[in-house]
């Protein structure tokens, strides 16, 4: 596939690069891929069926400002689920265009497909960003499959062509993917600040960071190896660090 990305090295000492003219003309992505900052924003759900309700459970995990739910006949249990949740808007009723007031993200899957285009045609009005599920061509953003092991974030996507497809290969990833890679994250949030605040060369922090993500590391935690672990990591800290591993270790093996 011609992803457009020709780069030329420029006739000159410096390595500086000339874009080729034919530059984004034949690529065949339309998304921007981003992962986005939902808090102290507000988003809307139209639709809180099977469907819409795994739409709110992802946004409420994100932690917007608001979430405002339209829905005219919720589930009894999500009702219940929803009205306990201070960040929640619940209104029973079919959709009107003024619940997309000061909304920054908008996810609809009404079983009216009227309605649906109706949201699709005015949140493109109003720049307001809008999934209508499973209508790529009504979506200004697309939602991907999602593989999460805590910090760890892996989106999968067709663009639209096979959701089904990217599923599986989200379901592939997962076996590759296990929770120790959670907690080999969890180690290195722990001890990148330690490593930084000894005040030492970016390119130096650089060497300790890549060394940190050594295979060997990746292996003791697999096998819940702690006293191996602890000396890997030990093997790629300066010395002044070494006494701190035993608290980036707690819990973790």
């Not at 219940?80 to 993200?105: H, M, N, Q, T, Y």
Request: glycine share 6%; proline share 6%; net charge positive.
């Amino acid at each position: 596939m011609n992803s457009g990305w020709r780069l030329k090295a420029a006739p000159n000492r410096r390595k500086h690069f000339t874009v080729s003219p034919s530059f984004g003309k034949d690529s065949c992505m339309h998304y921007f891929p981003a992962f986005l900052d939902l808090r102290g924003r507000i988003c809307l759900v139209a639709g809180a069926g099977r469907v819409g309700s795994r739409k709110i459970a992802r946004l409420l995990d994100c932690g917007p400002a608001l979430l405002r739910v339209v829905d005219p006949s919720p589930d009894s249990t999500l009702e219940a689920e929803l009205r306990s949740r201070p960040s929640v808007e619940l209104i029973k009723r079919a959709f009107r265009p003024d619940d997309l007031e000061g909304a920054f993200l908008v996810i609809a899957g009404t079983a009216d497909a009227r309605i649906n285009t109706e949201i699709s045609r005015l949140c493109r009005q109003k720049n307001i960003l809008c999934n209508i599920v499973d209508q790529p061509e009504l979506c200004s953003f697309i939602v991907p499959a999602l593989l999460q092991r805590d910090d760890l974030l892996i989106a999968v996507s067709s663009q639209g062509a096979s959701p089904a497809l990217a599923r599986r290969i989200r379901t592939e990833l997962e076996e590759r993917f296990g929770p120790e890679y959670a907690a080999w994250l969890k180690l290195l949030r722990c001890l990148r600040p330690l490593v930084v605040g000894l005040g030492r060369s970016s390119e130096s922090n650089k060497d300790v960071f890549r060394a940190l993500t050594d295979q060997e590391i990746l292996e003791r935690l697999r096998a819940g190896d702690g006293p191996g672990l602890r000396e890997a990591v030990k093997r790629c800290l300066p010395e002044e660090l070494h006494s701190q591993v035993e608290d980036c270790l707690h819990e973790l093996v």
